[in-house]
């Protein structure tokens, strides 16, 4: 077996592992002890962004990576440990961060490097979360090394990335796993405005949203349950990832405490309005907006320069000295990866246009980086309004901040998910990034209005009061104990299997980097879809069997494989892509014999496939030369035939499998 597909941890790892935790004073647990009824011991996957070093530090919100997810994971860990539940975080180690940190008396963060500790690197680099997938199958070793010492009975994976994290650990130790995506890539594939339909949209070096959509579904599958953001979540599972989740519920995002305890505050006190960071930038009461967060293009940043712009414009006399403050990230040191390369750029790009044309002032659009939340506080109870334009967001922690703070009009995109919890003019104003001047006319309407407005602020208050930290992880905590006791009460869904969940070994990502396409091998692949493969499944409809074997081999026969795995899935055909690794694996004759055109998955050396409506499988076979693509006949027996198909030593049976057609 390919030592590369399991995740369990060698005697070293398990080691070293064990040395950082005992010399940081964490208990651990030589025998798992699986829970009955309650989840005493979380491991939390978080595999990206910047976490804190230092114990109840705060999180640089706006950093590469380190947005609301960050916040959520760090929240929702101090709310497990107040319920005396303990609880470990998997971070992603680099630079010269520790390893291990007792955050706090329950809460430890253990930071893994990308490569493992089995590669022995002396520098570990930042890998962003688009890079990661690739990292995964060294990652788990480690992390399923971390979670079988700290004792773990439950784990919940954050992202897909985190999420895979968890999958693993679960699958290694069979406990139960739920996932929380965060966000969705086959949403943000749209809302970017590049096409779902558009294979080539999917193995860009800037997203890699092929592989994402890999590493998503292999959570999502793997999972007991989905905690979502919103109820419509559910509803992009099955549209946009052509996946049925039964086993889901809806848990929006929290607000960290400091936001509820300012509502008490009557009036920013005169050292605030004198602060440094105000008087710097000139800053009025009430005469600026403001925005915070991580920058990212689906915050559509610049959509905020046109709402003040149209502002301006509309009503010069109203908004002459009025601001926009936007909080996050590092304007003046972001790295060429970073999603601020895009973002900055083209944000400047636009306030620059508005000078030129004179309906914005130099000064008029301040960029501030990551602050900590006091001060973001200090700066939302002074401003006239939140404002976001988002072109996607799976909750939005700020707008949700900003609505418990209770001291000015929260303004959002009706793209934005808390968008699902606000009642245009009654708890907050919805407006359409796309149509900027019809936004302003709205804001107007209403700022102009002191008696509706202080309405709408007051019904924001109580909209975020369901929005609290301690009840989403009590519903959190709630759900493992459940799966965990065999039941889950409320609900009329049984739980999935605590075992054969090793989805994430059939990713084809799990075995190598990110791979690329070439213009000429893009028209290959085109060719031979809509040429003898639509031809062939359009005959294989004549005959009883369901699913059809194509191989690629040659040099690139990786990258040529995923890409025609992309192409189906856009077109809507059913398809599974099998990797080299599993495909080669010796399958038992009775194992092929089990497999049949109506299952559900197959197991092949650990490694979980779907077949849930595949009609057609894919396999790369490594070879010298070039890359040919090959349909080898009719799976009639199912999986198993596959590894009949392009393995040498079962070369034979080929024929059998031609017959059947």
Do not use: C
């Not at 007991?224 to 109820?231: G, H, L, R, T, V």
């Not at 990832?241 to 006190?269: C, F, L, R, W």
């Not at 074997?549 to 059913?574: C, I, Q």
């Amino acid at each position: 077996m390919s030592n590369r597909i399991t995740p369990k941890p060698s005697d070293e790892t398990l080691a070293y592992y064990r040395q950082l935790l005992t010399d940081a004073g964490v208990p651990l647990y030589d025998k798992q002890n699986q829970a009955e009824g309650r989840v005493d011991r979380i491991v939390l996957g978080h595999t990206q962004g910047y976490v804190p070093d230092e114990p109840n530090g705060w999180v640089d919100l706006g950093l590469t990576d380190t947005g609301g997810q960050t916040a959520y994971v760090l929240e929702t860990a101090k709310e497990f440990a107040r319920d005396g539940r303990q609880v470990t975080i998997l971070a992603q180690l680099f630079g010269d961060a520790p390893p291990v940190v007792k955050w706090s008396e329950n809460v430890t963060i253990v930071r893994i490097p990308p490569a493992g500790i089995a590669a022995n690197q002396r520098e570990t680099p930042f890998v962003r979360k688009e890079d990661l997938y690739a990292h995964m199958h060294t990652m788990s070793p480690d992390a399923v090394a971390v979670a079988m010492l700290v004792g773990a009975q439950g784990t919940i994976g954050n992202y897909a990335d985190g999420g895979l994290a968890s999958l693993a650990v679960a699958e290694e130790l069979g406990i139960p796993f739920v996932f929380i995506a965060h966000s969705l890539g086959q949403e943000k594939v749209g809302k970017l405005g590049r096409s779902v339909d558009d294979p080539a949209q999917y193995h860009t070096r800037d997203f890699w949203f092929g592989h994402r959509r890999w590493a998503e579904l292999a959570a999502i599958r793997g999972a007991n349950f989905i905690a979502s953001n919103s109820p419509e979540e559910a509803t992009s599972f099955e549209e946009l990832y052509h996946v049925h989740v039964p086993n889901q519920v809806a848990m929006p995002a929290g607000v960290t405490q400091i936001y509820y305890d300012a509502q008490k505050i009557e009036d920013p006190s005169e050292a605030i309005l004198q602060s440094e960071l105000l008087s710097t930038h000139g800053l009025k009461k009430g005469k600026f907006f403001v925005s915070w967060g991580r920058v990212a293009v689906s915050k559509n940043i610049p959509g905020q320069v046109e709402v003040l712009a149209e502002l301006k414009r509309q009503f010069p006399e109203t908004y002459r000295d009025h601001k926009l403050v936007i909080i996050g990230g590092n304007p003046k040191a972001y790295e060429d990866t970073d999603e601020e390369a895009i973002v900055e750029p083209d944000l400047q790009k636009m306030v620059q246009q508005y000078v030129a044309d004179g309906v914005l002032s130099e000064g008029d659009v301040i960029r501030i980086g990551s602050l900590k939340h006091d001060v973001i506080v200090q700066m939302a109870a002074l401003a006239a309004a939140y404002v976001g334009t988002q072109k996607s967001e799976p909750f939005g922690m700020a707008p949700a901040e900003n609505m418990a703070l209770g001291k000015s009009l929260t303004i959002i995109s009706q793209h934005a998910g808390i968008s699902r919890w606000i009642k245009h003019g009654v708890n907050g104003l919805l407006i359409d990034p796309k149509n900027p001047a019809e936004s302003a006319r709205v804001i107007h309407g209403v700022l102009s209005h002191p008696e509706s407005l202080q309405s709408i602020v007051d019904g924001g208050v109580k909209v975020a009061a369901d929005f609290t930290w301690g009840g989403i992880a009590r519903q959190q905590a709630a759900l493992l104990d459940a799966i965990a006791g065999k039941h889950v009460a409320g609900l009329s869904m049984e739980p999935t299997p605590l075992e054969g969940r090793g989805y994430h070994l059939s990713m084809p990502v799990w075995y190598g980097e990110n791979s690329t396409v070439t213009d000429a091998e893009k028209e290959m692949v085109t060719r031979f879809v809509d040429g003898e493969l639509l031809g062939w499944l359009a005959g294989a409809k004549e005959v009883t069997s369901e699913r059809v074997l194509v191989s690629v081999a040659g040099e690139r026969s990786k990258n040529v494989a995923d890409y025609l795995s992309t192409v189906l899935f856009t077109r809507g055909v059913g398809q599974e892509r099998i990797p080299y690794e599993v495909a080669r694996e010796s399958v038992p004759e009775d194992a092929v014999a089990l497999s049949n055109p109506s299952a559900t998955s197959h197991v092949i050396a650990g490694a979980a496939i779907n077949l849930r409506g595949a009609e057609v499988l894919i396999t790369d076979e490594p070879s010298a030369g070039a890359t040919p693509i090959a349909i080898h006949g009719d799976l009639a027996l199912g999986a198993g035939m596959l590894v009949l198909g392009v393995s040498p030593q079962f070369q034979p049976a080929m024929g059998r499998v031609a017959a059947v057609r």
